[in-house]
């Protein structure tokens, strides 16, 4: 007989960003601009996947960080100072027989009605609309990453030109939109933080369930399976990136993303895997035996890595710099290096002539928001890390790729550990949004021990 099958609980869901804080961002970005310029910003399109199928559809992160809109082929124009209203946007068109096939659409007045634009249009306006709105706006601010933006811009150029001989000002050049809206984007709102915190639980979650189904026998894509099975139960639209399951020396390639191994009985096993909850990326790695019992190297290399980890999340607080949390992270991984005798000599030594780099070769801590790798820059100049500042979340992930060399005891051969934190900086110091994922090797071992 089937018994009943107990259900996960639904973590509570934070609420959604209001309109009126899309408003207030785009407010505060054309309060940067100056007058008689335009932004120009287009959302992204469909990707095909095969033939006739398509990616599942992502909105771009900086035109969905000003508008909470989720459709695809839709432009933002702000035009500061207008009369007949600052925000514009052009999205597709409302027709019945492709919202049979693909869904329902906004419409223009969806758009305003429930995103607080202040006008819309459909897109089979666009050319025409977009002309009379630009025509006579000196500056263009565009991303200029983008071929779609700037192709907008090319055709403003010609359009700007006609308007000369009507006494229009001319326009007088473009600039890339792109560095004021990332440096916004780097100071989350309680918001904001509430969508990350959430994003943070599933995840945790998700590593809990990979590390209790976790036993020799099962296959890296079986835990894959499991976390990503977590994430859409937890509502999350799915993986914010290519969810790593590395086993055994697998663990050591930074970006594997195969898993399609067997996972090694005695070794351990890495995963580095978030859920995208409302476009928001939780980022949590943890590494445990996939036994459930750590070997004596594998716990002595791994204490090496917690406490440099655990040192750099308490070193997080307003006036912190990432450089310096780095480099603890380089001190404290090294001096472990030299006791495990991984390394010879003196710490110092040992980082001044690079050779940590050997076992550690990415950074420790990257900006973390609608994007996982998050935009926003680390130095105010070449020379000045910038300070942490309340509202700042960010990584924490220091790590060990031991390669399979003949000069290093066979017994460290193959170990990858790295160990990942998301973390906000708050005015007392900072909060752990990932703490709900055993990371001591006792805790571990205790969950694990449960099945
Ligand atoms: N999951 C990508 C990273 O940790 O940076
Ligand atoms: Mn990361
Ligand atoms: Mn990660």
């Known amino acids: 007989m089937l018994s009943a099958l107990a259900l996960p609980t639904l973590l509570p869901r934070p609420s959604a960003i209001s309109v009126a804080e899309y408003r207030q961002r785009r407010d505060a970005l054309m309060g940067q601009l100056p007058t008689n310029s335009v932004v120009v910003l287009p959302g992204a399109g469909l990707m095909t996947r095969s033939r006739d199928s398509d990616f599942a559809f992502r909105q771009n992160s900086d035109f969905y960080y000003l508008t909470g809109i989720k459709e695809p082929d839709a432009l933002l124009v702000l035009l500061p100072g207008r009369a007949e209203g600052e925000s514009v946007v052009f999205c597709l068109d409302r027709d019945p027989t492709m919202e049979a096939w693909t869904g329902r659409r906004l419409g223009a007045a969806g758009v305003v009605v429930e995103h607080g634009i202040d ?75 509430a969508l ?25 894509f079986q835990l894959q399976a499991e976390l990503e099975h977590e994430f859409v139960w937890q ?32 070794g351990l096993v890495l995963i580095d895997a978030g859920a995208e909850f409302e476009l928001y990326a939780g980022d949590i790695t943890r590494t445990f035996p996939v036994a459930g019992r750590f070997s004596d190297a594998q716990r002595a290399l791994y204490q090496v890595v917690l406490k440099a980890q655990e040192r750099a999340v308490d070193a997080i607080k307003p006036g912190a710099t990432l450089a310096d949390i780095h480099q603890g992270v380089v001190r404290d991984l090294t001096a472990g290096l030299i006791e495990l005798g991984l390394l010879e000599g003196d710490v110092q030594a040992r980082i001044d002539d690079d050779s940590y780099r050997r076992f550690y070769l990415h950074s420790t801590s990257h900006w973390l928001g609608l994007d996982v790798h998050d935009v926003g820059t680390y130095r105010l100049d070449e020379k000045t890390p910038r300070p942490l500042v309340p509202g700042m979340v960010l990584t924490v992930e220091p790590g060990l790729y031991i390669p399979c060399d003949d000069d290093i005891p066979d017994t460290y051969h193959g170990i990858g550990i790295r160990i990942e934190d998301n973390v906000v900086v708050t005015h007392g110091g900072h909060e752990v949004l990932t703490a709900d994922v055993p990371k001591q090797i006792a805790e571990i071992e205790t969950l694990m021990a449960k099945k």
């Open 235 to 266: 509502g999350a639209s799915g993986p914010a990136y290519s969810t790593i399951v590395g086993s055994g020396a697998n663990a050591c390639v930074l970006h594997y993303i195969e898993n399609s191994a067997p996972l090694c009985k005695d």
């Open 196 to 220: 990350l915190r959430h994003a943070a639980a599933i995840s945790a979650g998700a590593h809990r369930r990979a590390m209790h189904v976790s036993r020799p026998g099962l296959s890296e």
């Open 119 to 193: 006008q819309a249009f459909e897109n089979t306006e666009r050319d025409e609309r977009l002309s009379e709105l630009l025509a006579g706006r000196e500056l263009l601010y565009l991303p200029l990453h983008s071929a779609e933006a700037v192709g907008i811009a090319e055709d403003a150029l010609h359009v700007a030109q006609a308007g000369l001989r009507h006494g229009r000002p001319p326009l007088k050049g473009w600039l890339d939109i792109s560095p004021l809206i990332h440096e916004m984007r780097l100071f989350k709102s309680d918001a904001e933080i």
